[in-house]
T-cell receptor, first 113, second 117 residues
Framework: AQSVTQLDSHVSVSEGTPVLLRCNYS??????LFWYVQHPNKGLQLLLK??????LVKGINGFEAEFKKSETSFHLTKPSAHMSDAAEYFC???????????FGAGTRLFVKA | DAGVIQSPRHEVTEMGQEVTLRCKPI?????LFWYRQTMMRGLELLIY????????DSGMPEDRFSAKMPNASFSTLKIQPSEPRDSAVYFC???????????????FGEGSRLTVL
């Protein structure tokens, strides 16, 4: 069975400091992996996706993630947090052989001034 | 381009009433998904359609829930009768597959917030 585990329910950083949101997955060979962001009272929006090309994936707003097959991880990073990054972030997996996209429980990012 | 359009954005109803949520996917997308989001359970996939055909409805909580996609530009999620535990935000999303039997990026609507009193 496919699953996604987001290791932190909340992360708090100061503006200008690095962001690390952690995600581990369990899936079949060659899954597609995604990070989505959700601002209050909005739908989810794609930040970036991995689909078996380069293992370091760059997304919007300065975010990037690295696919590490040996660690079954897909952590999201950003060098310098902005106040506007405060939101909920979801890691998701779409396994080979199926349409289902399975979401993690989410990590709420707080950014302090 | 218009994104995924959901209506109503907010619905408040009383227990036992019928609720119908509507979704218009992005034109040209052939996969449509209904998700439910709650604090306790997070994002749950209820059902998804491919080319207007329901592929997997194993996430539908019980027989009170039903979903239809009569054509490529419209889908409904119906709850009859509604119960307070159905209170949640319901999202519709659409996508194009990147390869046979593999979902691509999901494009979400802004959700329908349902409150059942």
């Amino acid at each position: 069975a496919q699953s996604v585990t987001q290791l932190d329910s909340h992360v708090s950083v100061s503006e200008g400091t690095p962001v690390l949101l952690r995600c581990n997955y369990s899936s079949s060979y060659s899954p597609s992996l995604f990070w989505y962001v959700q601002h209050p009272n909005k739908g989810l929006q794609l930040l970036l996706k991995y689909t078996s090309a380069a293992t370091l994936v760059k997304g919007i707003n300065g975010f990037e993630a690295e696919f590490k097959k040996s660690e079954t991880s897909f952590h999201l990073t950003k060098p310098s947090a902005h106040m506007s990054d405060a939101a909920e972030y979801f890691c998701a997996v779409s396994p080979t052989g199926g349409f289902k996209t399975i979401f993690g429980a989410g990590t709420r990012l707080f950014v302090k001034a | 381009d218009a994104g995924v359009i959901q209506s109503p954005r907010h619905e408040v109803t009383e227990m036992g009433q019928e609720v119908t949520l509507r979704c218009k996917p992005i034109s040209g997308h052939n996969s449509l998904f209904w998700y439910r989001q709650t604090m306790m359970r997070g994002l749950e996939l209820l059902i998804y359609f491919n080319n207007n055909v329901p592929i997997d409805d194993s996430g539908m909580p019980e027989d009170r829930f039903s979903a239809k996609m009569p054509n490529a530009s419209f889908s409904t999620l119906k709850i009859q009768p509604s119960e307070p535990r159905d209170s949640a935000v319901y999202f519709c999303a659409s996508s194009l597959p990147v390869a046979p039997w593999r979902s691509g990026e999901l494009f979400f609507g802004e959700g329908s917030r349902l409150t059942v009193l």
